[in-house]
Structure formats: C-alpha cells, structure tokens
C-alpha cells in the first residue's frame, strides 16, 4: 500500500503489528510507545520529512483513548495533574512544532535529537531499575489496584503555588507553577519529536516530585492525547505558510494505521499488566531504546 503524503510504500499490517508491539509493552510501563513509533518511520520506512512528527501525534490520538478510559473508569485520573500539564504543554508543542519545522528539517540533524531523547528515556528506565522501583510483587500489585477500586483519586487544594490530592487516604503535594514550567519544556522536546512529551514528564513527576506512579500514568496520557490534537492542529495549519517546499501536515492515514494498532495494543497491556513483571519490561525497552539512541548520535558524528 503506497502512502502518498509520506511516500511510504509498506503492507498494511506491518505499521498495525509493529504500533501494537510497542504500545502493549511500553504501556505496561505507563508509556504510550510513540517514542518507539517515530524511529521506525525515520530508519525502516524512510519517513524523514518534518510531516512524521504530526503523524506520530496523529498515533498518540487514535490510540491513547482506549488507557485513558481505563483510568478513568478506574478511578485513577488526577485532574488537577491534567489541567497543569495541559496548560503547560500546549504551547510548548507549538513552538516544538515551529522549531521541528525552521530548525531540524535535515534528517541528520533530527536524528541526533531523537536520540537525546532516547538516551534520556532510556537512562530513566536504568536508573529505575538499578534503584529497584516498581519491583513489587505480581499479587502486591494486584491487590494495591483492588484497593484503589471506589477510592479514586480526589483533588485536596489548587493554588497558583501548591496543589494537593488524595489517593487511599493520603495527601501529595506539589509546586504547581514549578510543574507548569516543566510541563512547558516538555511540550517543546514533544512538540519537535511528536510523543506529546508523556514519555518525558512521567519519569519527572515520579522521581522528583515524589508522585505514585498510579496517579500520574492516567493524568499522562490524558495530557498527552490533548496536546497531541493541538500539535496536529498547529502542522496543518501552518503548512499554508510554507507552501510546497516542505510536507508539513500529518499522512492521516499512515497514523490512523498506526493508531489502531496502538489502540488494541495499549488496552490490552493494561489488562495484562499485572501478570507481567515491571522489571523484565522495563529492562527490554531500557535495551531497545539505548540502542536506538547510541546509533542515531554516533551516527551524526560519523561513527
């Protein structure tokens, strides 16, 4: 099947498989897999126009929705988390997007930054590991989800300063202006690449602001999936502005097909993931994306 805006020519149950691969596992570690998405359009199916970044974001917005339901449903959104990083990041990934555009239309050039990113992510996933979070038992997990079940997350307080909500009976607070400054970069970096900047802020928010990663994975993706419809919106508006010299608007279709298979993927990680140790995710997407990362940095030095 050839895509026109792309001009990708690929069968249609490979971008499907490959979007359903990385959304199952990346989800279980509170992830939506479009980091892993855009290397593949980059290096397999020769996607390198500035239009791959909006496409990705297209992904994040066909496939999100089907984990966002679940936290909900869940009672494991926090919404007062939601407001801020929609608020911060939405014009962050308007600027990401003119940056992408103006400043990294060289291939070369885009790789190197994608593989910052990798590299950043991928150290994450190390450090977790190395630091043995998230190693709970398979049945202690289970039964910290059955706890949640009719003690959904309640927002406490909202100022301009802190904020503060409830989960299982216990308080976290956190510098609001603080986390909208950061939300704000994080739109940027997912602005250029096209993650929607879940991928980056979660790690932030559960090491440095001391957030259970039950409250935050929901309020993530949710602020992704947002700013992700705001980034597409802004590609294809600003196409207009850049006449046929560069493809800047998103290939619908080869995101969509990408989106479903992320749909199916993400929704099924969620219910698998208590049967699956944390551990053995996280160490195969630590691998993957580290090795993904190194290339793409060595290669723009040649190596």
Same mark, same amino acid.
């Given at each position: 099947?050839y895509f026109e805006? &792309?001009?990708?020519?690929v069968?249609? $149950?490979?971008?499907?498989?490959v $979007?359903?691969?990385? =959304?199952?596992? /990346? =989800?279980?570690?509170? %992830?939506?897999?479009?980091f ?6 980059? /290096?397999?199916? #020769?996607?390198? =126009?500035?239009?791959?970044?909006p496409? +990705?974001?297209?992904? +994040?917005?066909? $496939?999100?929705?089907?984990?966002v339901?679940?936290?909900i449903?869940?009672? @494991?959104?926090?919404?007062?988390l939601v ?16 940056v992408r !555009? ?8 885009f790789?190197f ?9 991928g150290f ?7 630091k043995?979070k ?10 910290e989800? +059955? ?10 307080k909202? =100022?301009?300063t802190? &904020? ?14 603080g986390?909208?400054? %950061? ?12 993650? #929607? ?8 928010l ?21 700013? /992700? !419809? ?11 502005f850049?006449?046929? &010299?560069v493809?800047? &608007? ?5 995101g ?14 969620? @219910? ?5 140790s944390?551990?053995?995710?996280? $160490?195969?997407?630590a ?6 990362s190194? @290339?793409?940095?060595? +290669?723009r030095?040649?190596?």
């Amino acid at each position: 099947m050839y895509f026109e805006v &792309s001009g990708v020519q690929v069968f249609p $149950a490979i971008p499907f498989l490959v $979007a359903f691969v990385a =959304s199952f596992f /990346s =989800s279980m570690g509170g %992830l939506s897999g479009a980091f892993l998405l855009l290397p593949f359009q980059v /290096s397999v199916l #020769g996607f390198t =126009s500035p239009a791959v970044s909006p496409t +990705n974001l297209v992904y +994040n917005i066909v $496939a999100i929705p089907s984990g966002v339901y679940r936290y909900i449903k869940e009672g @494991r959104m926090a919404w007062v988390l939601v407001g801020i990083i929609i608020t911060g990041t939405i014009p962050g990934v308007i600027i990401g997007a003119v940056v992408r !555009i103006t400043y990294l239309p060289d291939p070369a050039k885009f790789k190197f930054f994608v593989g910052c990113v990798l590299l950043y992510i991928g150290f994450r996933l190390v450090h977790d590991l190395v630091k043995g979070k998230n190693e709970k038992s398979i049945k202690d997990t289970a039964t910290e989800l +059955n706890q949640v079940h009719g003690k959904g997350i309640r927002t406490v307080k909202f =100022s301009i300063t802190k &904020s503060t909500y409830r989960f299982l009976d216990e308080d976290f607070t956190f510098n609001t202006m603080g986390l909208f400054f %950061l939300t704000f970069v994080v739109g940027i970096i997912g602005g250029v690449y096209g993650i #929607g900047g879940g991928a980056i802020i979660a790690p932030f928010l559960v090491t440095f602001y001391r957030l259970p990663v039950y409250t935050i994975a929901g309020a993530a993706l949710l602020g992704t999936l947002v700013t /992700s !419809i705001a980034g597409v919106f802004f590609y294809s508006v600003i196409e207009a502005f850049y006449g046929d &010299s560069v493809t800047i &608007s998103p290939d619908w279709m080869l995101g969509m097909l990408f989106g479903a298979g992320g749909f199916v993927g993400m929704y099924c990680g969620a @219910r698998l993931q208590k049967h699956v140790s944390a551990k053995i995710i996280k $160490a195969i997407l630590a691998v993957l994306i580290l090795f993904i990362s190194v @290339r793409y940095i060595l +290669n723009r030095f040649h190596f």
